[in-house]
């Protein structure tokens, strides 16, 4: 038995989202296999009510291309190396794209408000402090669901899956190092992130279905860890990062023009510049 339980703030993360998200709820597990597994696997089963779904530890934790997230171990003394949770609820946006790339930024406005900690977003959608990865997102949908009042009838669940680091920990088989809250912040728990965290996503998202990602280009602009900045692609592409498209596309200038990238399963890294001489 843990000496110290985490103790989370659902009640105030309730109330501040049901107003939103009528039939919104609030759920805490000590462990799952992973939060998004368990709310695809409920839409599949036909439940599709709005619910946060929060996890002290993942057993299966998983992120974008088939990788997966290491949520650091079991809490100690009432302390969680990493806030894990996914958003569910049905979503009718007239143009999914950009989704990702609005969760991102409202998380990375959240945390670091005024961008004095300069927290970033590394297209698509993922949380970098320095070239040193805080978060990712994983976002995933499933057919069906009845619509929210204001929105149009047809609507996907959508699964919206967050991972935050919260303390520094060492870290196996990835290429990026890890940021975490309390680099910066010496108060940061994972509680208390996810109380600043949700309900601004929740407006976000809501606000997202109603206009899509074009009103939030600039302000996501303005927090892009790779304007300017020579990139590659996973599946072979080189040049200079030119921002988003107003639907949340990567253009990267190359040689042969400019390039969008949509797809979400290209993974871009910036590409290390050698200082003149070396
Ligand atoms: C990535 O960095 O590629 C995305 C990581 C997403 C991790 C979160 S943790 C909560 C939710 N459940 C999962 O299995 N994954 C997401």
């Not at 910066?184 to 990602?213: C, D, K, T």
């Not at 990139?231 to 200079?240: F, I, P, Q």
Request: glycine share 12%.
């Amino acid at each position: 038995m843990a000496l110290n339980p985490v103790r989370w703030p659902a009640e105030a993360v309730w109330e501040a989202v049901e107003p939103l998200l009528p039939g919104f709820s609030v759920e805490v597990l000590p462990e799952i296999d992973s939060t998004n597994t368990e709310l695809m696997r409920r839409a599949r089963a036909g439940r599709h009510e709005p619910v946060l779904l929060v996890a002290e530890r993942q057993t299966a934790g998983r992120g974008r291309m088939g990788r997966v997230w290491q949520d650091g171990g079991a809490p100690e003394a009432g302390e969680l190396p990493s806030l894990m949770f996914s958003l569910g609820l049905p979503l009718a946006p007239v143009d999914w794209s950009g989704l990702s790339l609005a969760v991102g930024l409202s998380v990375a406005e959240s945390l670091d408000p005024d961008a004095r900690a300069g927290l970033g977003l590394k297209w698509p959608n993922d949380l970098w402090r320095h070239d040193c990865k805080l978060a990712g997102i994983l976002i995933e949908t499933a057919g069906g669901g009845a619509a929210l009042p204001g929105q149009p009838p047809v609507s996907r669940y959508v699964v919206i899956g967050i991972g935050i680091n919260v303390l520094q920990r060492p870290i196996e088989g990835t290429s990026t190092p890890l940021a975490a809250l309390r680099d910066w912040q010496p108060q940061a728990s994972a509680p208390e992130a996810l109380l600043r965290v949700i309900p601004p996503l929740a407006a976000m998202v809501l606000g997202f279905a109603g206009s899509g990602f074009a009103p939030l280009l600039p302000r996501f602009l303005a927090r892009d860890v790779l304007l300017g900045r020579p990139v590659r692609t996973s599946d072979g592409l080189e040049g200079v990062a030119a921002g988003v498209d107003a639907g949340g596309a990567l253009l990267v200038h190359t040689a042969q023009g400019t390039q969008a990238i949509h797809s979400s399963e290209v993974s871009v890294r910036p590409v290390p510049v050698s200082p003149p001489g070396s």
